[in-house]
């Protein structure tokens, strides 16, 4: 695919979400055929959305931490979209509805890292990674597409749609989190009052540090590194809520703290 063809796609998917619509696919032409192309898509992409936006990037989100996720976007691994300042709204959040095609809600735990995060060998895991961890932040992730369903994707349109990332809502950063068993700690979903959905962190790989772990490791392929003060969401904890209008929703992470959001 051509540098042209790149600009194409991500003109695309820019029109896409500025215009709030929707198509059956990309043209054939159009669909980029690897990981490498979808990353430098979304590149583009996200710079053309900060340019109108005036936003900057805070950090990264993971998609596709849990096999319900996998199947749904057709990647049998996870992949990683960008966060920016621009579509960031702390809670409690109050969003308007018409500004996206869908509405999936996810609640996710995040990290915020304390210093630059070096390459590995052997690699980060569960157990090293935490020295990086300033942070511990409860958050909803907005999630969404830009296609007919869910069907369409493969894992490098997914990469240049930017994960399918939406918007962030964080809570406040939890700073005594060392006690916390992520992988057993339960997190609900409560939406007009009522739960909808359960979960906890062992949706997000076994457990969110490996996913951030995960994300340690792969950035430095895509000439990338974790640096202190990003933010990393880790992936949905439950099954993806999807929203409508007037929903009230609550993200219930515990002693963690809450996150809540009006879709309105």
Known sequence: MTVEQRNTVAD?????????????????????????????????LVKRLEA?????????????????????????APVFGRLSSCFTRSSPARIKAKEFCLLGIEPEFAFEI???????????????????????????????????????FEAPVLVADNAVHQAWIPGSAAKKWQHVSFAEHPVGLIVNGRVALTGSGANVLGNPLNALAWLANELPAWGRSLEAGDFVTTGTCTDVYMAQMGDKIRADFGDLGNVDLELV
């Open 12 to 44: 695309i998917l820019y029109d896409l979400r500025f215009k709030v619509t929707t198509i059956d696919e990309l043209p054939a032409e159009s669909r980029p055929q690897s990981l490498a192309v979808g990353y430098e898509i979304q590149d583009q």
């Open 52 to 76: 109108r936006y005036r936003g900057s990037g805070i950090g990264y989100k993971i998609a596709c931490t849990n096999t319900q996720a996998q199947r749904l976007l057709n990647t049998e």
């Open 114 to 152: 304390a210093s630059d995060v070096p390459s590995s060998d052997p690699p980060h895991d569960a157990d090293t990674i935490v020295d990086y961890i300033s942070g511990v932040i409860p958050a909803i992730e907005l999630v969404g597409h830009r296609f007919s369903d869910w069907g369409k």
